[in-house]
């Protein structure tokens, strides 16, 4: 599933073509993907203007001229197609199959933007204008967000004997962590993933935030990572999973020159977390 270092790849890849642009034509091509489309989607997005393209934790989000929003989730195969003339640097890898475009809009520039997801896990919906999207609504602070500091995160981890791991992917907490970067993080940060959020002190969580935004940073710049699905609107593979300091090495040495010892892997509410024994304590 693309944590916020691929949506964030691909809001970005997207924003020149759509942010500004009139969608001269849209066309949903099948009624439903996750869960149905609006009825009223091509008649919304057809004429409409883009005012801005933002992200809000793993979601996209396409501000319209005429009011309301257009909110877009990746799901586990969904990616972002850009074509046209002006896109000589794009490109559609053949594997990815024209069957599988299921929402495409063309704007007046004459560029075409394709939602194609094979997996149809994905989802593109609208928030009318004045409205709070549920998915959006209880969604905690952005990573970079000022808010998201030491005495806040203090405050969300007060008594709770849950995993450290388990708190971080909680979005209520901070929205768009997943699993690769949240093992990652707290590699950089030597704190056990196991370990009770509630018993980690002040300073230890002001270096876990510090290390949360720089592992995102290096993520977003090498393109996010590429382990199945994952393409940057470019077409082109992420390439951070060639980085990874724990996160898929199980049984393979700590990265850390002192260290000695050897990443292992647990199941945390059904998700696998990688670690060194060694180092995080």
């Known amino acids: ?27 949903a091509r099948r009624p439903d993907l996750r869960w149905p489309l609006p009825v009223d989607l091509v008649q919304v997005l057809t004429g409409a203007t883009v005012t801005a393209l933002r992200r809000r934790s793993k979601y996209l989000l396409a501000d319209l001229d005429r009011g309301g929003i257009l909110l877009m989730h990746l799901g586990m195969s969904g990616r972002m197609l850009i074509e046209g003339a002006a896109t000589a640097d ?21 560029t075409t933007i394709t939602f194609n997801d094979a997996r149809r896990f994905g989802m593109v919906d609208l928030i009318r204008e004045g409205a709070e999207h549920p998915l959006l609504a209880h969604l905690g602070p952005e990573p970079f967000d000022a808010v998201f500091d030491t005495a806040y995160l203090s405050a969300a981890f007060r008594n709770r004997r849950s995993p450290v791991k388990q708190a971080l992917l909680d979005q209520k907490i901070v929205a768009g962590l997943g699993n690769i970067y949240v093992s990652e993080a707290l590699y950089r940060a030597r704190i056990d993933p196991r370990r009770a959020a509630g018993r980690i002190s002040a300073k230890r ?64 509410s059904g998700r696998s977390s990688f670690y060194c024994p060694v180092c995080q304590r």
């Open 90 to 110: 794009y490109h559609r890898d053949p594997a990815i199959l024209p069957r599988h475009d299921h929402v495409v809009l063309t704007t007046e520039a004459g």
């Open 205 to 268: 969580l002001e270096l876990l935030i510090a290390q949360i935004r720089a592992v995102l940073t290096d993520a977003i710049a090498a393109g996010g990572s590429s382990l199945r699905d994952h393409r940057q609107a470019t077409g082109e593979l992420g390439y951070f999973q060639h980085s990874f300091r724990v996160y898929d090495r199980e049984g393979q040495p700590c990265q850390s020159p002192e260290c000695g010892g050897t990443v292992r892997r647990v199941v945390q």
């Open 1 to 27: 599933m693309p944590e916020l270092p691929e949506v964030e790849t691909v809001r970005r890849g997207l924003q020149p073509h759509l942010e500004g642009q009139r969608i001269a034509r849209a066309d």
